[in-house]
Each structure stands twice: as C-alpha cells, then as structure tokens.
C-alpha cells in the first residue's frame, strides 16, 4: 500500500511527532504568534502593511512514449527548447532582503504581508489573505510555507523557499515547502523552490512560472525512503488544481524514493478537476502519474518532458496511471524535448 502523501500524510506525521500545535490558536486570532515548538522565538511580527501587487543539442527521440518502458540510463543532453521555462533567473526575490531570524514562526493576523524578509524558519498560517512576496525561507522544519485548515488566500511570489538537507525534524529530511491542509486555492508563483521531498503539495490552487530543482532523498523516521516529487496531490480534492508553466525536476535516484515531477494520486480520494499545461517535467520513476482508474477532469496538454535525466523522461517511462476513458480527460500535444510526441499507454 502506498503510503500517505500531501496535506493529510503531514498532519499524521505532525500529530504522532507532535511539532504541531492544536487546532486552537494559543494567541489571539488576530495576533502573530510564534509556532507551538518554535526553534528561535520571532524577531518581530509580522503587521498587515501596504499589500505588494504581485504582480545544446536536441536529444535523440526516444526509445518509448509511454508507460511500460524499460529503465533507461541514458542520460542525453538539455534541448533548447527547455531554455524557455522558468529557471533561477526568472523566479525568487526582486528586492535586497533583510534578516529574519524568526524560527518556527505562526502567522494569525488576516491580511498579513510578509516582503522583503530572509526568513531563517518556517511559516505556519493560521489566517486569511496572507502574501509571502520577493522573500526568501530556509526551513529545517517539515514545512518552508504550511495553511492550516479553516483559512483561505494564501499567497506565495517571488519567493526563494530551501532547507537545509540533514536538519529537518522527519529524520534529518523535511517535507513540504509549500503545504495547503485546507481546502481553499493556494497560489504559488514565481517561486525558486528545492530541497523538500515533496515540493509543492496541495489539492487545489494555482501553481505557475516556479522553478522546482534539486530534490533531496532522505530516509524518513520509520527508515523508508521518503518519496520525491516537484508536485504532488493525494487526491480527493475540493477544488481545481492548475499547474502552469513551471519547471519541475525531480533529480533522485529510484532507488532513493524518486516518485515524480507530478504525481497525482489517488490516496485519499479519486483525483478530480486538474489542468497541467505548458510545463517541463523531468525525473522520477515516472515523469507523471496521472491519477490512475477514477480520474476525471484531467487536462494534460502542451507539456514537455526532458531527458536530461534519463531516455524516457522518468526512469520507467513518461507517464503511467493515464485514465484515457474517464470523464473530461484530455491529452493533447505533449512531447518530449526533441518534439517528439508521447502517447500514454492505458491505465491499469
């Protein structure tokens, strides 16, 4: 059985190791408090200020196109064509930033923006309409960014968001950087995210123009291998889940707990209501999993899968878990980096 990912894998974890507070706010909800186990007690809260405007050669084709394929080494040269996604010239901080060692730090004021901060710590959002904008977050907790349920608008531009690998409370590693346990919209962009597992976890919200790299393998407290992958969605969700135009590489090793650059999975409910356009996706045991029998509203269109990892985008292939026949499916003009064109094999 495949273990628990997403927002309810990290409550689990939060609740056996006990690093998280209660539901219950031990400040006032409209106070900025620091976490329940902070590892540095705040250098200042954060205030609701003026609200920021958030605004080479080509590979040679591959030897399959979709799921099913053997493990390839083959590692081939990056196409130009990945030249046109997000990297780390275009994403993170804007601004010069200014020191903040805040620790584990709870964020319960609505309408709180946080600009312009080097954050040393974690974030843990117990409010609504928060922005993290032209900041950067180097986390050693399970989380760099993390919205509890109950609470809506988050916001997370032009942020740089890393840890610091071997000093994570999950046996060294750490988990989430952007984690929505809620189940309102999240938006992420612009953001130059690496380090955590599983970079991007959420059931609903926007995710575009980031640049996900340098995952790291760690094994977890019960000594498995933590599983790897840029975005992930446990399924089950409430709302629609876009994936736009990002960078997503997954670098781990399969034998290390590469799972994906997407990985859309069924753990906690059937996998609904999702569009993946416009990305690069590289790495993993395979590049996608799309959502497997009960998948339905899945829109796959217009996506590059690199080999610059291995032949075949992910070690066994592309994609797997493609549900060609289930309702409001759509794959439509997806290619490897060389141009040429991927056809999923059928889930099962």
């Known amino acids: 059985m495949r273990r628990l990912r997403g ?44 609200t920021a405007s958030p605004t080479p050669s080509p590979s040679s084709p591959p030897s399959a196109t979709g799921s099913g394929a053997k493990p390839s080494t083959r590692v081939t040269t990056v196409a130009p064509v990945e030249a046109d996604f997000p990297s780390a010239r275009t994403t993170g901080p804007r601004t010069r930033l200014k020191p903040h060692a805040t620790g584990n ?26 922005t993290i904008v032209d900041s950067r977050i180097t986390s050693t907790n ?40 809620g189940t309102s919209s999240v938006e992420v962009g612009w953001c130059d995210i690496s380090v955590f597992g599983n ?17 790291v393998p760690f094994r977890n407290a019960g000594g498995e291998w933590q599983h790897t992958d840029a975005v992930i969605s446990g399924g089950g969700n409430t709302g629609r889940l876009v994936i736009r ?11 290390r707990g590469a799972s994906a650059s997407i990985g859309l999975f069924a753990d906690t409910g059937h996998v609904s209501d999702t569009v993946i356009d416009g990305n690069l996706l590289a790495g993993g045991a395979y590049a996608l999993y799309g959502g497997g029998d009960g998948a339905t509203g899945i829109t796959v269109t217009d996506n590059v899968f690199s080999t610059r990892y291995h032949g075949n985008a992910g070690v066994y292939g592309a994609v797997t878990a493609w549900n060609a026949t289930g309702s409001g499916n759509v794959w439509r003009d997806n290619r490897f980096a060389d141009g040429t064109p991927i056809t999923p094999a059928p889930a099962g």
């Not at 974890?13 to 007690?41: E, F, K, N, Y």
């Not at 942020?159 to 929505?180: L, M």
């Not at 135009?245 to 034998?255: F, G, S």
Request: one cysteine or more.
């Open 245 to 255: 135009h990002n960078t997503l590489l997954n670098p781990v090793d399969v034998n």
């Open 142 to 181: 399970w989380w760099g960014v993390n919205l509890r349920p109950g609470h809506h608008g988050l916001r997370v531009l032009h942020t740089t968001i890393t840890a610091v690998p071997g000093k994570g409370p999950d046996n060294g590693g750490v988990d989430y950087a952007v984690s929505n346990m």
């Open 105 to 130: 730090m709870s964020v319960r004021t609505d309408g709180t923006v946080i600009k312009g901060w080097d954050i040393t710590g974690s974030l843990d959002i117990y409010a609504n309409d928060v």
């Open 7 to 50: 927002p309810l894998a990290c409550l689990a974890l939060l609740l056996i190791a006990g690093c998280s507070g209660s539901g219950a706010p031990s400040a006032s909800p409209h106070t900025a408090g620091t976490h329940d186990r902070p590892s540095a007690a705040p250098a200042s809260s954060p205030s609701p200020s003026a």
């Open 199 to 215: 970079a991007l976890s959420m059931g609903q919200g926007t995710i575009h123009d980031n640049y996900v790299h340098d995952l």
